[in-house]
């Protein structure tokens, strides 16, 4: 038995059962060997935050190696967007969790470098679309062309049939266009006169678009919105890390330095091994509860779907490999809602627009939905 002190509380450690008495009306239970607790502080009432203590077991192996190769990701990106690790590491959570990525932001920030870093790390097939509004589907699927010599159509695949696709500017191009992406993101294949195509995994959309300029341009539907496992912004840089860029870009441009640190092959076991972290019930139910929270919010007239839910867990999994650990904690479910649920929310009519409604609706449910394991006794 190991037992760990934290203020007024006692943890005992029995197997993989933790049980903390916090100031001994408050029984806190969790299902996790590495003894993190829940301590009412004495500043806060009823807040309850998350102490890490010194138990920790080793990965095995492949966690390990996964890990290893994320960092290597991480770094190389980082040679390019200076000063946003947060949303560099966002942006590779969603590679981890077999996601597609929706990078919105101002002109100029970014957002196409982000995604071509992140192909560019990668050993696979990459393919940039350029979204305008005389855009057809055939030109993102591919068509069938009659060969005279074989007496026969044959397919010439489009630009979605590769393994990393940028799509630029994706609310430029009509809803038509935009629809001949959902087959394809959502099963990993396409049909073309009756005929499926299937893509080589991984397959990946990284698209980018400017919520400022909307002249011209086809906000995307609810319905695709949801496909995008997390949607990013990246906001502008510091002074001190825009004076980073502009001395990185005096001669060359960072870009066309990086090359591949992983493959195709390493990211689909990442993938895998993101699906052996550790979730105990507990953060699953703090999980669906935040997730049907947005679904009674008063400014959300409708709220996230259970698509949500396993967005948020399978991204938590991702982010737990990226920080060493093979649990999840809270802590990453808070960090990771915003990015995850605000752009699946369709929030009321008020004065505010509808993407800071969403996200301050997330931001608020935080704050006011508990995390589970807390037993108050009468």
């Not at 591919?142 to 005279?148: A, K």
């Amino acid at each position: 038995m190991i037992v760990l002190y934290a203020k007024d509380s006692t943890v005992n450690v029995e197997s993989q059962r933790v049980t903390c008495y916090a100031n001994k009306n408050t029984l806190l239970s969790y299902s996790l060997l590495y003894a993190k607790m829940l301590v009412e502080t004495a500043y806060s009432p009823g807040l309850f935050l998350w102490y890490e203590q010194g138990v920790k077991v080793e990965m095995d192996d492949a966690m390990a190696q996964a890990q290893k190769t994320a960092k290597a990701i991480l770094d190389n990106v980082q040679q390019v967007i200076i000063g946003k690790a947060e949303v560099v590491e966002l942006a590779v959570i969603a590679l981890l969790s077999n996601g597609h990525l929706l990078i919105e932001d101002a002109p100029g920030v970014g957002k196409t470098m982000l995604a071509r870093s992140l192909a560019k790390s990668l050993d696979c097939t990459f393919r940039r679309v350029q979204f305008t509004p005389d855009m057809l589907p055939g030109d993102i699927t591919g068509v069938s062309v009659y060969n005279q010599k074989t007496q026969d159509f044959e397919f010439r695949p489009g630009p979605i049939m590769t393994q990393i696709v940028l799509a630029d500017e994706i609310n430029r191009a009509t809803p038509k266009v935009q629809s001949a992406l959902l087959e394809c993101m959502d099963e990993g294949q396409i049909t073309v006169d009756g005929v499926t195509h299937h893509v080589t995994p991984p397959f990946h959309v990284l698209a980018t678009q400017n919520p400022i300029e909307y002249e011209g341009t086809f906000p995307l539907p609810e319905t695709q919105l949801d496909r995008f496992l997390m949607r990013v912004s990246l906001g502008y840089p510091s002074e001190s890390d825009e004076i980073t860029i502009v001395d990185k870009q005096q001669y060359a441009h960072p870009i066309e330095k990086i090359g591949p640190v992983a493959t195709g092959a390493d990211l689909l076991q990442m993938q895998e091994v993101v699906k052996k972290i550790f979730v105990d019930d507990l953060v699953k139910q703090y999980i669906v509860s935040l997730v049907a929270a947005t679904r009674n919010h008063p400014t959300i007239y409708l709220g996230a779907s259970p698509r949500g839910s396993l967005a948020l867990f399978r991204t938590a999994q991702a982010r737990a490999l990226i920080h060493e650990r093979d649990y999840v904690l809270p802590d990453d479910i808070k960090v990771l809602a915003e990015s995850v649920l605000a752009h699946r929310l369709i929030v009321r009519l008020t004065d505010v627009s509808q993407d800071r409604t969403g996200r301050a609706s997330i931001a608020e449910l935080l704050e006011t939905v508990p995390v589970p394991g807390t037993v108050l006794k009468q």
